[in-house]
């Protein structure tokens, strides 16, 4: 429950509420919750020590190669692959687009009217323009 089901849902919840968000705090909030998901994948196995006497996961059977497989592929292979895809995720959402700033730069000149009066009261050129600010 605690290392394979708790983070695969966190990761999967995290994962849809990216695809399906509209507002950027909400895809943020997605990515972080299938980043942190996939760090316990990663360092879950190292934790489970404190609520075990051994490993959580069970004792690996086969050889070397196999367990080597086994956890690469189970925990810390896929932890390592759902955090580099919450990142993506987290570095997209962070990033301002041309919509976004177009849309800052209008609410801006629909401002710019009201900042140019108290420019030309307050005096013109450089320091006019820093004693209104």
């Keep these: 429950l605690w290392l394979e089901i708790l983070p695969g849902v966190a990761a999967i919840v995290g994962g849809a509420i990216v695809l399906l968000s509209?507002?950027?705090?909400?895809?943020?909030?997605?990515?972080?919750?299938?980043?942190?998901?996939?760090?316990?994948f990663v360092v879950?196995?190292?934790?489970?020590?404190?609520?075990?006497?051994?490993?959580?996961?069970?004792?690996?059977v086969g050889g070397k190669v196999s367990v080597l497989v086994e956890q690469i592929g189970y925990f810390a292979g896929l932890g390592v692959v759902i955090v580099f895809f919450a990142?993506?995720?987290?570095g997209r959402f962070t990033v301002i687009s041309t919509a976004d700033a177009q849309l800052a730069g209008s609410k801006t000149a629909a401002a710019e009217p009201e900042r140019e009066t108290a420019e030309t009261t307050s005096g013109s050129g450089l320091f006019g323009k820093l004693r209104s600010r």
Excluded: D, E, M, Y
Aim: aromatic share 12%; charged share 0%; no cysteine.
């Design 22 to 40: 509209g507002h950027r705090a909400v895809g943020i909030f997605g990515a972080w919750l299938a980043a942190v998901g996939g760090a316990w």
């Design 87 to 90: 990142a993506l995720a987290l």
């Design 44 to 60: 879950g196995g190292v934790f489970s020590v404190l609520w075990t006497s051994g490993l959580a996961a069970g004792t690996p």
